[in-house]
């Protein structure tokens, strides 16, 4: 079972920026794709952003798009989120995740780290 550490989160004012990071365990890590997402308090979990893990294909929701920008480094298993121009309404914990093949879910999950964005 592989297991996913993120990291990088914490305490910006409005307009800053963040890198979180996700850190896969396992000597062989090869999933369809990974994914980031987010929950804020009282509200569902929402889509941040994803990417394919072979060819680096990259999606975006619609609130991040333009702001957020998701990268993957294959050599170190890590994947990350480059948060610029961060809101308030960016506030939540976020979670990485694994999509182990195309016709699955995301079935992997970290145990989140909090990004807090001060008005």
């Known amino acids: 079972q592989v297991q996913l550490v993120e990291s990088g989160g914490g305490l910006v004012q409005t307009g800053g920026s963040l890198r979180l990071s996700c850190a896969a365990s396992?000597?062989?890590?090869?999933?369809?794709?990974m994914g980031w997402f987010r929950q804020a308090p009282g509200k569902e979990r929402e889509f941040v952003s994803g990417?394919?893990?072979?060819?680096?294909?990259?999606y975006y929701g619609d609130s991040v798009k333009g702001r957020f920008t998701i990268s993957r480094d294959n050599s170190k298993n890590t994947m990350y989120l480059q948060m610029n121009s961060l809101k308030p309404e960016d506030t939540a914990v976020y979670y990485c995740?694994?999509?182990?093949?195309?016709?699955?879910?995301?079935?992997?999950w970290g145990q989140g780290t909090q990004v807090t964005v001060s008005s």
């Open positions: 995740a694994r999509q182990a093949t195309k016709t699955v879910n995301f079935d992997s």
């Open positions: 990417i394919t893990w072979s060819d680096g294909n990259t």
């Open positions: 396992g000597r062989t890590f090869s999933p369809y794709a």
